[in-house]
């Protein structure tokens, strides 16, 4: 599996956006942005992309923007994070056996990633996935997510359907669990409330202590 580079450029389309977003931002981060916490962690959490003024611009996902604010309050309550909340690198945020990556590495335009730009990033999520210990969850953060963690594992999108709150078995006795994303669309919806991300993320907590006794 290749290792991910801050200079990767497969995707000309994301690679001619950051150069714009650089250009303009000189002080945004605008570059891909690499996974964040322990290399081979019990819990895997998969989100879409980087957003514009939060990863995009600190370096590290879900840093400095609303979709942080529910993820990392979560992660720590259940003990996968010593602190509830992720500002900027050097805010003394650390990950506790969790791993935070990202779908595609790379701010895609309007938040959209084409089919294509997962596809190739897809080579840096199943080495993640390759790396994890025997037993460990996956949590995908929305349909992309789900999608992506599956074609990392060569496993047809159709056996295994999206859904808020399912569980999945994986090979090597890996799990998927779904959640909708923690946007500020999906929040301030409703779509997704704290108690039903808190759910799943707590059902992911018991399964792995039972797993890793």
Do not use: W
């Not at 996974?35 to 992309?49: C, S, Y």
């Not at 037993?135 to 295994?160: C, D, E, K, N, P």
């Not at 709150?165 to 500020?184: F, K, N």
Request: glycine fraction near 8%; aromatic fraction near 8%; charge should be positive.
């Amino acid at each position: 599996m290749p290792e991910f580079s801050l200079d990767c450029r497969l995707c000309p389309r994301l690679a001619r956006h950051l150069d714009r977003v650089r250009a303009d931002r000189p002080d945004y981060h605008a570059r891909p942005v690499a996974p964040f916490g322990r290399d081979r962690p019990r819990l895997l959490v998969v989100g879409l992309a980087p957003g514009m003024h939060g990863a995009n611009r600190t370096g590290r996902p879900f840093t400095g923007d609303y979709a942080g604010i529910l993820l990392y309050e979560t992660l720590h309550a259940f003990g996968f994070a010593n602190r509830p909340v992720s500002t900027a690198p050097g805010d003394g945020l650390k990950l506790v056996d969790c791993r935070i990556t990202n779908a595609v590495k790379c701010l895609p335009p309007q938040n959209k990633p084409t089919p294509a730009e997962v596809a190739r990033c897809n080579q840096y999520l199943a080495g993640e996935i390759a790396a994890l210990p025997r037993g460990a969850t996956i949590l995908a953060l929305g349909v992309v997510a789900h999608g992506a963690v599956l074609m990392a594992l060569g496993i047809r999108r159709s056996a295994l359907r999206f859904g808020h709150g399912l569980r999945h078995a994986l090979p090597r006795e890996l799990v998927l669990y779904d959640s909708y994303h923690c946007s500020r669309y999906n929040t301030q919806t409703k779509r997704l409330t704290a108690d039903m991300f808190r759910s799943v993320v707590s059902a992911i907590a018991a399964h792995l202590s039972r797993t890793f006794p």
